[in-house]
Nanobody, 124 residues
């Protein structure tokens, strides 16, 4: 198991930016893929982005392509989500997740550890 703590959420106006961070501890961080998911009120949890164990492969939901960037720093055991040009429909609780696989895509069942989430609210 990996312990995950997300930070960086908040309230921002449409068109603004936020950077989420997810600090990890426990299982070796650099061995597995990492992902970000989000859940808006009354909706199911959706995939946002994933990054492979070495950072060389990434995947994004169509709704965030070109606006969000996932990255990782294995020396700091941290994964990031840079969010630019935010829209009101990006409002959600954002969750960081860790996988024991070196690479996985938008399959939340492949992630076995989850953070508690951080709220992102985008006002119009």
């Amino acid at each position: 198991q990996v312990q995950l703590v997300e930070t960086g959420g908040g309230l921002v106006q449409a068109g603004g930016s936020l950077r989420l961070s997810c600090a990890t501890s426990g299982r070796s961080f650099s061995d597995g893929a990492m992902g970000w998911f989000r859940q808006a009120p009354g909706k199911e949890r959706d995939f946002v982005a994933a990054i492979s164990w070495n950072g060389r492969s990434t995947e994004y939901a169509d709704s965030v392509k070109g606006r969000f960037t996932i990255s990782r720093d294995n020396a700091k055991n941290t994964v990031y989500l840079q969010m630019n040009n935010l829209k009101p429909e990006d409002t959600a609780v954002y969750y960081c997740a860790a996988s024991s696989y070196r690479w996985t895509g938008p399959r939340d069942n492949d992630f076995d550890s989850w953070g508690q989430g951080t709220q992102v609210t985008v006002s119009s």
